[in-house]
């Protein structure tokens, strides 16, 4: 998975052909593009050309865009949260279009398509696995509609760092619900994936959380119950995983969204 700034080293899209032409079977995504970096028929053809030429391998991962201060050094115009969903939403309205290979005639709010045929033709059908990537309500009700994965990411604060409470089991879960409420009826097709930034592997549980946790601005119980953290031995970070996906993603696991919706 490729991450998409302009401080990070590579430029996604070339970083994954190179990949893909070193490999054979490993799956390359994008975790998650920018949206406002690129126009959607500019991407829709990328992405085919990446899907064709590494032979079914893309996934292709895209976000309405956080970080302020690149936007700012690179003299992008950084809207409103709901301007930017209402974008992205018509960018991944108009990409999947496109990757049908007939004509596109779209007019929206920020987008105009006049005739366009998108070439090459796509390697996997009907199309690469969408993800859409967010934290908050209106992003992750377009995700439910439209997306195979959905990326839960965390809140900013307004100094741009993670506000690690967004990822604490509780809000986690209120998001799987919410996502699969949006979804209706496709909602056991969705698959769910959480970024974990941090993991600490010590035969000290207990004490490494104690040591950690202020810095994150959590309690060490809170710290072992982040999404975004592993901390134990190898056997305790694996049981943690296959509980935390028993917990969040089971289609039958007992979670409500009415505790984060606000």
Avoid at 45 to 70: H, M, P, Q, V
């Amino acid at each position: 998975m490729c991450w998409d700034h302009f401080d990070y080293a590579l430029a996604p899209l070339p970083a994954l052909l190179c990949a893909a032409a070193a490999t054979e079977r490993i799956r390359l995504g994008t975790l998650v593009l920018a949206n406002d970096f690129r126009h959607p028929a500019v991407l829709a053809k990328d992405a085919a050309t990446l899907d064709l030429l590494s032979e079914g391998r893309l996934e292709l991962g895209i976000g309405a865009g956080w970080k302020e201060s690149e936007y700012r050094e690179a003299g992008i115009a950084f809207d409103a949260p709901a301007v930017r969903v209402r974008r992205l939403a018509e960018s991944v309205a108009i990409i999947k279009q496109l990757w049908r290979g007939k004509p596109v005639q779209f007019k929206g709010e920020f987008y105009e398509i006049d005739g366009l045929v998108n070439k090459p033709r796509l390697y996997q059908h009907p199309h690469p696995p969408l993800v859409i990537g967010g934290a908050r309500p209106q992003l992750l009700a377009l995700a439910a509609r439209e997306a195979n994965t959905i990326a839960l990411a965390t809140r900013m604060n307004a100094d741009g760092s993670p506000d690690f409470v967004d990822s604490l089991g509780p809000r986690v879960a209120a998001k799987v619900a919410y996502v699969r409420e949006q979804a209706g009826e496709r909602a056991d097709t969705l698959e769910f994936q959480i970024n974990v930034g941090g993991v600490i592997v010590t035969p000290d549980r207990a004490a490494t959380a104690e040591q950690l946790a202020p810095t994150v601005g959590l309690s060490a119980a809170q710290l072992l119950d982040c999404a975004q953290a592993l901390v134990g031995s190898e056997d305790e970070i694996v049981a943690d995983l296959v509980e935390r996906r028993e917990r969040w993603a089971s289609p039958t696991s007992a979670l409500t969204s009415a505790s984060w919706t606000r």
